[in-house]
T-cell receptor, first 111, second 109 residues
């Protein structure tokens, strides 16, 4: 937090619907990251972007898509292809060689 | 394959030092050790990081063994607000921070 905003805090979606999670930062960092966390588990990397108009898959990219049209924004779309999307989603910023700073997270529940 | 090994849970009395161990026996020479903590339903919070030397900041101290195969995070005077899951992370190259399941620290009044 402190310059990283994620919205909404809670999100509900019906099965089969795509949904987009927002991540915005005003700290002028180049690198942005999306993680997924399941109950009692650590964080798993979905996608990351080091620069505008470029992004890379993490360990669990299937069923997700991202875009990086602006330095400040890195939205994550959870598509209907993601079979188990209910989770806590965290956005982070940082550089490769320094610490990462996390947003407050979005809790997604599929009904 | 696990990059770090931490105990699943620990308790600590309020006001006492909390010592959280981490094993990272496969660490390579240029990899840093990072510590984060996560309070329930919040984003992880950066605590401290180090390479070889011991480090201290306003939150904690980090002690890294000379062979760099293990480290200990020390919270000098634990408070109830320090109850959280603590993650020890070794960067394994590229841009990825691998978060394991961490240590759940409970500070007891």
């Amino acid at each position: 937090d402190g310059g990283i905003t994620q919205s909404p805090k809670y999100l509900f979606r019906k099965e089969g619907q795509n949904v987009t999670l927002s991540c915005e930062q005003n700290l002028n960092h180049d690198a942005m990251y999306w993680y997924r966390q399941d109950p009692g588990q650590g964080l798993r990397l979905i996608y990351y972007s080091q620069i505008v108009n470029d992004f890379q898959k993490g360990d669990i990219a299937e069923g997700y898509s991202v875009s990086r049209e602006k330095k400040e924004s890195f939205p994550l779309t959870v598509t209907s292809a993601q079979k188990n999307p209910t989770a806590f989603y965290l956005c982070a910023i940082g550089s490769s060689y320094n610490e990462q700073f996390f947003g407050p997270g979005t809790r997604l529940t599929v009904l | 394959d696990a990059k770090t090994t931490q105990p699943t849970s620990m308790d600590c009395a309020e006001g006492r030092a909390a010592n959280l161990p981490c094993n990272h026996s496969t660490i390579s020479g240029n990899e840093y050790v990072y510590w984060y903590r996560q309070i329930h339903s919040q984003g992880p919070q950066y605590i401290i990081h180090g390479l070889k030397n011991n480090e201290t900041n306003e939150m904690a101290s980090l002690i890294i063994t000379e062979d760099r195969k293990s480290s200990t995070l020390i919270l000098p005077h634990a408070t109830l607000r320090d109850t959280a899951v603590y993650y020890c992370i070794v960067r394994v190259g590229g841009n990825q921070f691998y978060f394991g399941t961490g240590t759940s620290l409970t500070v007891i009044p």
